[in-house]
Structures are given as structure tokens and as C-alpha cells.
């Protein structure tokens, strides 16, 4: 009987070269740096430029993804992409990142969760793997919030919090030596494997962190006043938001860690959607996790949403932070409300 586990096999990111300050957003609205540090920890951001799309960005983190795992890009089978910044309304952007990677008509699909995204997607990825449906996939999470954000007075309490980029894995099935072990075991066994998600949505909060327009819940679908009114850029409650996301982060960790009789402190490296360095640190001591232990790259790059996990496993990879084997928790909470979190060997 074929018995297959997933495992991730190569990683890469990519971010614009333009780098927006605090001081250049305060240029274009009423706030400071000093406001944008002390509230989120974030110091500067990554804007597109006018050529450049959000799968333009996947396709560059797709690349050194499949030059980590030496896969051609041929050899992909489906993919898997993570995004709320599409570029078009419709179709998504799976399938526009097939046509620029050149490959044949493989299956893609997009998945719109928001922050969670990368992490629903992983868990997607591992699903289709242990099924045997599919043995290589590409996983992408990616970002364009630049040219949705109002980057006005009236848009401030958004507009500084969010930055473009974009981050992408390839998951493959191997057959898993430790497949007969039983998942508390499977789980300290050494090797390269996920394993576990957790996984949760709750609509009752769905206005909270939100864009109204385009959308076809009421009428007009869009119109110019709308535009005007801000309807497409998003809309937040702040407290509502941070409030939820400090009792879901440590709550979703705890879930994909139970069941395999794991305790935080035994957690090589957390990997927190970045949301808000203040929800980072929250998280942190609930959990008891030291801050080296701790992904933490806000500061360059702002919130990301679905490609905020990926770019900042990617870095930690690169700078040696996470090894091969090391026990990896992915997290995060965000718009819907949704919160999920992932558990694996890297
Ligand atoms: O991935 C999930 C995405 N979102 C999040 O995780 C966000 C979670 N929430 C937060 O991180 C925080 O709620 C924020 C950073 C967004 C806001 O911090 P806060 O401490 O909750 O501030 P607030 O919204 O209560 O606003 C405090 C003050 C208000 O002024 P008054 O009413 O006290 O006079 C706002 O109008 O700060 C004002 N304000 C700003 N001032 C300067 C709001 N935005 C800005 C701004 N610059 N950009």
C-alpha cells in the first residue's frame, strides 16, 4: 500500500525593490512615524511598481521556490494560490501564474482566506498529497495591497499597515518511513514532514476587517460614489480585531500541538502571521516562547497577509534560523474572522 506524507522541499520569496517609509506615508496623510512604530512596530514597506502584478511577484518567489527544490517548473502538478489582492476579479491568479511559469494546463486553484491563506493552503496541499491525488505542488502566498489601500487621511488607520510581497513553497509526497509509528512518535521521528492543522472561520465577524466594494451582496455592484466613500479599500475595527487575534493565536497553536502531546517550549521556531509586532509579542508570553524562537520581520515589510508567513519562513531558512528537521509552527489570524495554524518538520 503506497503510504505518502507531504514534506516541504524548497522555499524562496520575493519583495519590490521600492521601499516606503513611515516618513513618506506621513507625506501623503495625517500620521508619524513615531504613531506607526509604537502601535504596530512597523518602520517601513514594500510598494510595487507600476509594471509589476501580483502574480508578477509570485512568479518570482514560484522560481527560487523551484530552485530550492530543484523541480523544473514543468514538473509542477497543481497549484495553490493564496491571495486577497488578485489581478483580476475574475479568474484567479492560479491560473494566470500557470500561464507565466509556461507550464501545461495543470489545476490551480485560489484560495481566499486572507491572512490564513498560506496556512489553509499548506494544509490544502497536504490533504491532496496524503489522498494520493497529487505528488508535487506549489504553494503560493502573494500580495499586491499598494493599489487598493486609501492612502489618505481618511484611509490611515489601514493604509499604514499593510505592504506588498510574496512568498512560495513546494510540498512533495515521499513515502514516510515513520508512517506506521503512531502520530505522537511520527511527530519526534527525524526528517523533513507536516504534520498537523488546525483550521477555523467564524462570518459573524466578517465586517470587521473588511472591503465592501466590488461585490454583489447588494446593489450597485460598484459605483463611483462608492469608489469615493472608500468602499474598496479595506475598513477595520482595530480593538475588535487585535482583541480576537491575541485569544485565537495561542489557542490555534495549542490545538495543533495537543494532539501530539507537543508543549510550546518544544517549538524550534514560530512562525506568527505579521500582523502587528504588539499581537507577536501577546503571543509570545502567553505561550512562553523566547523572542529568538520567534519570526519577527514587520518592521520591514508591514502586514503582507497571505504572503507574510512564507516570506518570513523563507528569510529564517536563508539566515540558517531553521534547519532541516527543525519542528516549525506556522500561525495566524485575520480577516473572516479566520485563524488556522500548521505544525511540521522543516
Ligand atoms: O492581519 C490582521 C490585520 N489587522 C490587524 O491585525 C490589526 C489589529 N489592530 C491593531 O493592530 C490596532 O488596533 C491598530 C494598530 C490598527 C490601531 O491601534 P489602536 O491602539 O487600536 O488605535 P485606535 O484605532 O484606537 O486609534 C487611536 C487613535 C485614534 O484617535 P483618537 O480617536 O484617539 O483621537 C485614531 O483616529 O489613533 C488615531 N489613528 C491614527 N493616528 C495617526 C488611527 N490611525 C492613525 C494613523 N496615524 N495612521
Known sequence: MRTPSARIVGIGHHVPDR?????????????????????????????????????????????????????????????????????????????LLQHQLGIGPVGALDLRTQCTGFVYALATADAYIRSGMYDRILVVGAEVHSRGLSLSDEGRDTAVLFGDGAGAVCVEA?????????????????????????????????????????????????????????????????????????????????????PLAITPDE????????????????????LGIPPEKVASNIHRYGNTTAASIPIALSEAVAEGRVGRGDLVCLAAFGAGFTWAASLLRY
Open 19 to 95: 521601499i516606503v517609509t513611515n516618513d513618506d506615508l506621513a507625506r501623503l496623510m495625517d500620521t508619524s512615524d513615531e504613531w506607526i512604530r509604537e502601535r504596530t512596530g512597523i518602520r517601513e514597506r514594500r510598494f510595487v511598481d507600476e509594471d509589476t502584478s501580483c502574480t508578477d511577484l509570485a512568479e518570482a518567489a514560484a522560481r527560487r521556490a523551484l530552485d530550492d527544490a530543484g523541480w523544473k517548473a514543468d514538473e509542477i502538478e497543481f497549484i495553490l494560490f493564496a491571495t486577497l489582492s488578485p489581478d483580476l476579479y475574475f479568474p484567479g491568479n492560479g491560473v
Open 267 to 286: 517549538i524550534g521556531y514560530l512562525v506568527p502571521h505579521q500582523a502587528n509586532a504588539r499581537i507577536t509579542e501577546a503571543v509570545r508570553d502567553r
Open 174 to 258: 515521499f513515502e514516510d518511513p515513520a508512517w506506521s509509528l503512531g502520530s505522537q512518535e511520527r511527530a519526534r521521528a527525524a526528517g523533513s514532514r507536516l504534520l498537523g492543522h488546525a483550521l477555523h472561520g467564524e462570518g459573524a465577524h466578517a465586517l470587521d476587517l473588511c472591503v465592501r466594494k466590488p461585490g454583489s451582496g447588494d446593489s450597485p455592484f460598484i459605483a463611483p460614489e462608492q469608489i469615493q466613500a472608500g468602499d474598496t479599500a479595506p475598513s477595520m475595527n482595530g480593538r475588535e480585531v487585535f482583541r480576537n487575534a491575541v485569544r485565537r493565536f495561542p489557542e490555534v497553536i495549542q490545538e495543533v500541538l495537543e
